[in-house]
């Protein structure tokens, strides 16, 4: 599956009723995007073997807004969503998280906002194994700085509004895998993060528990007012999604913007 366009209902997004993505379209009683990128490049490796992995990205994330970046194996949504966090550094271009440019901050500062500010949920979850299920929605709390009592309080309120009533003393080993992506957005959203991002988070599970987990984390998302940015290779699971950019070489090829009505997740 490479390029074309994306297999799904809805309109291309017009400048006239769509969301600003460009600045130079953005109206300007929109509010303040949470991100913005511009002019992102990355490249791997040194002079004469080098993968340029991102070749000019310009994006805004709105707040509270949910946007799924698709695309084919190898063109760049890992390194994009990477950078937009904070975790990578461009080789140009600029990100901004609420006026601030990530780059200007040192490591200690980017850190910190990614623990405060950031929610992450990946392909398999990666809880770690030691740790109970609650153990693992607590720690990043804590090193955010929160007291113990509070994080668990409200580490444990997060796994039961997920469903994982009884299960917060059981380890990862123990848990299914749609039980443990489970923990894995309890993890992201008890920090109340201005932005979850999510790589392939249903990647690893079979369609229906795919389905159910993705409902999770969208309407979890939506509920507390992050915004989500999820890759995506799998059109059925971007539909969820109000926005959607199809990446092509490292640049984005195409946007898309879903009506209200039709999103593919029940409100
Ligand atoms: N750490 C790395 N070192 C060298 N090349 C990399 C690294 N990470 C990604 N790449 C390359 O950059 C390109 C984009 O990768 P990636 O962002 O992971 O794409 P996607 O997530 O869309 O599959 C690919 O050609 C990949 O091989
Ligand atoms: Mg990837």
């Given at each position: 599956?490479?390029?074309?366009?994306?297999?799904?209902?809805?309109?291309?997004?017009?400048?006239?009723?769509?969301?600003?993505?460009?600045?130079?379209?953005?109206?300007?009683?929109?509010?303040?995007?949470?991100?913005?990128?511009?002019?992102?490049?990355?490249?791997?490796?040194?002079?004469?073997?080098?993968?340029?992995?991102?070749?000019?990205?310009?994006?805004?994330?709105?707040?509270?807004?949910?946007?799924?970046?698709?695309?084919?194996?190898?063109?760049?949504?890992?390194?994009?969503?990477?950078?937009?966090?904070?975790?990578?550094?461009?080789?140009?271009?600029?990100?901004?998280?609420?006026?601030?440019?990530?780059?200007?901050?040192?490591?200690?500062?980017?850190?910190?906002?990614?623990?405060?500010?950031?929610?992450?949920?990946?392909?398999?979850?990666?809880?770690?194994?030691?740790?109970?299920?609650?153990?693992?929605?607590?720690?990043?709390?804590?090193?955010?700085?929160?007291?113990?009592?509070?994080?668990?309080?409200?580490?444990a309120?997060?796994l039961d509004r997920l469903g994982l009533q009884g299960m917060h003393?059981?380890?990862?080993?123990?848990?299914?895998?749609?039980?443990?992506?489970?923990?894995?957005?309890?993890?992201?959203?008890?920090?109340?993060?201005?932005?979850?991002?999510?790589?392939?988070?249903?990647?690893?599970?079979?369609?229906?528990?795919?389905?159910?987990?993705?409902?999770?984390?969208?309407?979890?998302?939506?509920?507390?007012?992050?915004?989500?940015?999820?890759?995506?290779?799998?059109?059925?699971?971007?539909?969820?999604?109000?926005?959607?950019?199809?990446?092509?070489?490292?640049?984005?090829?195409?946007?898309?913007?879903?009506?209200?009505?039709?999103?593919?997740?029940?409100?």
């Open positions: 599956m490479a390029s074309g366009p994306i297999p799904q209902a809805g309109h291309p997004a017009s400048p006239a009723h769509g969301p600003s993505t460009y600045a130079g379209h953005a109206p300007t009683m929109h509010p303040a995007p949470v991100l913005s990128a511009r002019g992102l490049v990355k490249t791997y490796g040194s002079t004469g073997a080098e993968t340029r992995a991102l070749d000019g990205v310009d994006l805004d994330i709105a707040r509270a807004d949910s946007l799924a970046v698709m695309g084919p194996s190898g063109c760049g949504k890992t390194t994009l969503l990477h950078i937009l966090a904070g975790i990578l550094t461009p080789t140009s271009g600029t990100v901004h998280h609420d006026g601030t440019e990530l780059a200007a901050l040192g490591d200690r500062a980017r850190t910190r906002l990614r623990r405060s500010d950031f929610g992450f949920v990946f392909q398999d979850g990666q809880l770690l194994p030691e740790l109970t299920a609650l153990e693992n929605v607590i720690l990043p709390r804590m090193l955010a700085g929160v007291p113990r009592r509070k994080a668990t309080a409200e580490a309120s997060w003393e059981r380890r990862p080993t123990q848990l299914s895998g749609g039980q443990a992506q489970r923990v894995a957005i309890a993890r992201a959203l008890a920090g109340r993060p201005s932005v979850v991002f999510a790589d392939e988070p249903t990647g690893a599970l079979d369609q229906t528990t795919g389905q159910t987990v993705l409902q999770i984390l969208v309407e979890s998302c939506r509920e507390t007012g992050a915004s989500l940015v999820m890759v995506t290779h799998d059109a059925k699971v971007a539909a969820a999604c109000r926005r959607t950019v199809a990446m092509r070489d490292g640049r984005i090829a195409q946007e898309f913007v879903r009506p209200e009505e039709s999103s593919a997740v029940a409100r």
